[in-house]
């Protein structure tokens, strides 16, 4: 027992947070993705609501997202490709800051606390990488 609290007190090297982060990030993408694509009226209904702030061309701009977050969440469940996947995401989440959510300020109703949240999740990835449990790290193994 005080050796695993050692690890836990002294380690900064832990191996499972990267696939605690990938897994999480990439649940969360997949749903707001899916919906985008799939869900009542998309991505139709969420170009028609792109279009109604100006973003145009909206048809686009909502398979694109729709796209990205669920092809990129699904990228970081695997650990496949994850700097490009959170490069990606990174500028879905700087556009639905700057887009979207800014003028509603950071919290309440419609902040974007929880988009910097993924934004920060999506930047520790990118500058991390996918980790030691990855198909990044079997690929980097074989090559």
């Known amino acids: ?69 669920t092809l990129g969440g699904a990228l970081l469940i695997a650990g496949l490709f994850t700097r490009v996947a959170a490069s990606s995401l990174v500028v879905v989440m700087l556009v639905a800051i700057g887009f979207v959510h800014l003028d509603a300020g950071m919290f309440g109703k419609g902040g974007y606390e929880f988009q910097v949240l993924l934004l920060a999740g999506v930047v520790s990835l990118l500058i991390q990488g996918a980790g030691k449990y990855s198909v990044d790290e079997i690929i980097n193994k074989k090559l």
């Not at 499972?16 to 997949?30: E, N, Q, S, T, W």
């Not at 799939?38 to 109604?52: I, Q, R, T, V």
């Not at 061309?57 to 909502?62: E, H, N, V």
């Open 1 to 69: 027992m005080k050796n695993l609290l050692k690890k836990v007190v002294e380690s900064n090297n832990s191996q499972i947070a990267p696939v605690i982060l990938r897994l999480v990030l990439g649940v969360i993408f997949i749903g707001h993705g899916w919906g985008k694509l799939f869900g009542e009226g998309n991505p139709a209904g969420f170009a028609g609501w792109l279009g109604s702030m100006g973003i145009e061309p909206s048809y686009l701009f909502a398979v694109t997202a729709g796209l990205a977050e």
